[in-house]
Each structure stands twice: as C-alpha cells, then as structure tokens.
Nanobody, 123 residues
Framework: QVQLVESGGGLVQAGGSLRLSCTASGRTFSSYAMGWFRQAPGKEREFVVGISWSGGSTYYADSVKGRFTISRDNVKNTVYLQMNSLKSEDTAVYYC????????????????WGQGTQVTVSS
C-alpha cells in the first residue's frame, strides 16, 4: 500500500508559477512510476506528466510541454511538479498517482492516488 499526499496548490495569476509536491509513505517509493493528473469541473481526469521510478524518463502532455517540469527525490519520497507560465485553462484539481510499472498516461493504469490539490489560475 502507498499513501500519497499532495500539497502546494493555490491561487495564482496567469503567467505565474506554482510548485506542487506529492509525498509518499508506505511501500518503497523508488519502485513506482509516478504521474500527475488533473481534473477540471465537468471534465474527465486528464494526464499531465509522468516520471519513471528512477527519474530517467519523463512524458508530458502536449498541453504542458515547455511549461511544466516533473522531478522526484527518492530519498525524500517526494515527486514535484513545477508549473510555470500558468494559464486559466490549467485550473483544476491536481492529483498525483503511483503505479508499479513504467509510465502510464491513462488514469486507469495507476494503482494509488492522492486526495488532490486545487490549482486556480486567474486571468
């Protein structure tokens, strides 16, 4: 079992930045690929970015390429999402997720989820 807790969300103006964190407890964090997803009101949960267990591979959704950066610290059991040049369309609840395989881009591929953190970008 893996427990995930996100933090770092908030209200920011368009063009601003936020850094989300997701801290894991439970089983060995370093053996899991991690992903960030987001869900806006009335929309399906969508993939944002994923990172392999080692941090050596990443995969970004086209909508965030060049603006968001994922990283992980396996000593601190934490994965980060640095979000720059935020847009109003980035407004959503952001979730981190873990899976014991390679990076996946579908929410059904992930086994463990955090409770989510709200990101609101004002225009």
């Amino acid at each position: 079992q893996v427990q995930l807790v996100e933090s770092g969300g908030g209200l920011v103006q368009a063009g601003g930045s936020l850094r989300l964190s997701c801290t894991a407890s439970g089983r060995t964090f370093s053996s899991y690929a991690m992903g960030w997803f987001r869900q806006a009101p009335g929309k399906e949960r969508e993939f944002v970015v994923g990172i392999s267990w080692s941090g050596g591979s990443t995969y970004y959704a086209d909508s965030v390429k060049g603006r968001f950066t994922i990283s992980r610290d396996n000593v601190k059991n934490t994965v980060y999402l640095q979000m720059n040049s935020l847009k109003s369309e980035d407004t959503a609840v952001y979730y981190c997720a873990a899976r014991s395989h390679s990076i996946g881009s579908y929410y059904t591929q992930y086994d463990y989820w955090g409770q989510g953190t709200q990101v609101t970008v004002s225009s």
